[in-house]
């Protein structure tokens, strides 16, 4: 199985509060992960990859951070959110080779 | 800087049509190229994964087909059906620089009964 579990699935949040999303995937052992943001009516945005634990490459500049503490889990973090954050959060994993990604059902955010 | 576009950005078809949705990407150096199905609310399923060495892949209805030359992709869907609506979107993973892939902003697509 190549499931991946994503949670919370909705989340509302004030301006200034942190944040914690956490992935964990199932199946083969050193996966490819990625967190992907998608704004109303656009398209996916990467924010993080990792290839490994403790490995984290960001995409976009923001205050927004994420953390590789075991092979299979992915946590995606702010400590202070802003209305700009609000979105849909994606987690995916590639598998080695051809990586091709496979999602989790996403973390819907909405911050007032 | 890779880019990927999708045109239409939404489509309305009756029952029955064949119809295709079209990808481009600005940089021809790709590893595979995936297209996926997002329903409303939900995470992204996967139709197709066409590798950079292939030309073209059939899953059912559907066939992906892929120029990498000229920076192009199609999904053709034989037969269109009511179930057949949702969002598509095409993914480009890079061939070199990471493990990163790019996504297009989507076909919506409306498929009437």
């Known amino acids: 199985s190549q499931t991946i579990h994503q949670w919370p699935a909705t989340l509302v949040q004030p301006v200034g509060s942190p944040l914690s999303l956490e992935c964990t995937v199932e199946?083969?052992?050193?996966?490819?992960l990625y967190w992907y943001r998608q704004a109303a009516g656009r398209g996916l945005q990467l924010l993080f990859y990792?290839?490994?634990?403790?490995?984290i490459s960001s995409e976009v500049p923001q205050n927004l951070s994420a953390s590789r503490p075991q092979d299979r889990q992915f946590i995606l973090s702010s400590k202070k959110l802003l209305l700009s954050d609000s979105g849909f959060y994606l987690c995916?994993?590639?598998?080695?080779?051809?990586?091709?990604?496979?999602f989790g059902a996403g973390s819907r955010l909405t911050v007032l | 800087k890779q880019e990927v576009t999708q045109i239409p950005a939404a489509l309305s078809v009756p029952e029955g049509e064949n119809l295709v949705l079209n990808c481009s990407f600005t940089?021809?150096?790709?590893?595979?190229l995936q297209w996926f199905r997002q329903d409303p609310g939900k995470g992204l399923t996967s139709l197709l994964l066409?590798?950079?060495?292939?030309r073209e892949q059939t899953s059912g209805r559907l066939n992906a087909s892929l120029d990498k030359s000229s920076g192009r992709s199609t999904l053709y869907i034989a037969a269109s059906q009511p179930g057949d609506s949702a969002t598509y979107l095409c993914?480009?993973?890079?061939?070199?620089?990471?493990?990163?892939?790019?996504f297009g902003a989507g076909t919506r697509l409306f498929v009437k009964a």
């Open positions: 995916a994993r590639g598998t080695s080779g051809a990586n091709v990604l496979t």
């Open positions: 199946g083969t052992s050193n996966p490819n």
């Open positions: 990792s290839v490994g634990i403790g490995q």
């Open positions: 940089d021809s150096a790709i590893y595979n």
């Open positions: 066409i590798q950079s060495s292939q």
């Open positions: 993914a480009v993973r890079r061939n070199t620089g990471g493990f990163k892939t790019i």
